[in-house]
């Protein structure tokens, strides 16, 4: 597969038997769809990743839209955190198709962080694992 930012090989990365594509040079992610489910296993922690990520509108956005990884199609660009303030709001894409979420660099500390407000060692615990294999 192809990073969708930078057209250059991804590179398969394995840790506590979660298979993630990551791009080395502009430091994102590919998730195929339930591989976000996965994560709380590895790792043994009890933190919910949204699964509504399907359902949550596309919204408008001055970013270019990327390609999918897997089927090519344009991606759509959706917010993952629930902030009103349109400032505050992280964008990652998404494959129209169901295939899976692109994260580029910091998206994903920004989820974890998000879905654990109320346990902060948990998130730092979760964030060092994905640190120690991304350049998060």
Not at 43 to 48: A, N, P, T, V
Not at 51 to 73: A, F, G, V
Not at 85 to 104: L, M
Request: aromatic residues 8%; proline residues 7%.
């Amino acid at each position: 597969m192809l990073c969708p930012v930078c057209s250059k090989p991804l590179i398969v990365v394995e840790r506590h038997k979660i298979e993630l594509d990551y791009c080395p040079h502009k430091h994102g992610i590919w998730f195929d769809t339930d591989e976000l489910e996965l994560l709380p296993l590895a790792l043994q922690k009890d933190f919910k990743v949204p699964t509504d990520l399907y359902n949550k509108p596309s919204i408008h956005s001055s970013e270019l839209k990327r390609d999918c990884p897997r089927c090519k199609t344009k991606m759509d660009k959706i917010y993952i955190n629930d902030s009103t303030d349109s400032s505050n709001q992280t964008i990652i894409d998404r494959c129209p198709n169901k295939h899976g979420f692109w994260f580029d660099r910091g998206e994903l500390s920004t989820l974890v962080n998000n879905i654990n407000r109320e346990s902060p060692g948990e998130s730092k615990e979760i964030l060092k694992f994905l640190g120690e294999v991304f350049h998060l």
